[in-house]
């Protein structure tokens, strides 16, 4: 499976972004997806995931900026970022693995190789 992102940009706070994750070669019938950033000097941190059934999850920090979607079984994925803020600045990763999402801790098998979002205020 390979996964690229693209919609990475600089924007001010207060703006809008949407990253896209592209997918290619799945061998299964479902996957999960989820949106992972990481910022400089911290852990990564999952924001959103997708899973077979389209249900999504979000990290505290950003419910209700931050949406994720698909389309066309998940060869598309999509993280909608709203009313951006500049603690929102980090490298955007997309990871999927079959069938279902793995757990707080759990290894995602497929990563991107990030788009970056930097926030100014």
């Known amino acids: 499976v390979q996964l690229v992102e693209s919609g990475g940009g600089s924007v001010q706070s207060g703006g809008s972004l949407r990253l896209s994750c592209a997918a290619s070669g799945y061998t299964y019938s479902a996957y999960c997806v989820g949106w992972f950033r990481q910022a400089p000097g911290k852990e990564r941190e999952a924001v959103a995931t997708?899973?077979?059934?389209?249900?999504?999850t979000y990290a505290d920090s950003v419910k209700g900026r931050f949406t994720i979607s698909q389309v066309n079984a998940k060869t598309t994925v999509y993280l909608q970022i709203d009313s951006l803020k500049p603690e929102d600045t980090a490298m955007y990763y997309c990871?999927?693995?079959?069938?279902?999402?793995?757990?707080?801790?759990?290894?995602?098998?497929?990563w991107g190789q990030g788009t970056q979002v930097t926030v100014s205020s």
């Open positions: 997708i899973d077979n059934f389209d249900a999504t």
């Open positions: 990871a999927a693995d079959a069938f279902f999402c793995p757990g707080p801790g759990e290894t995602w098998e497929f």
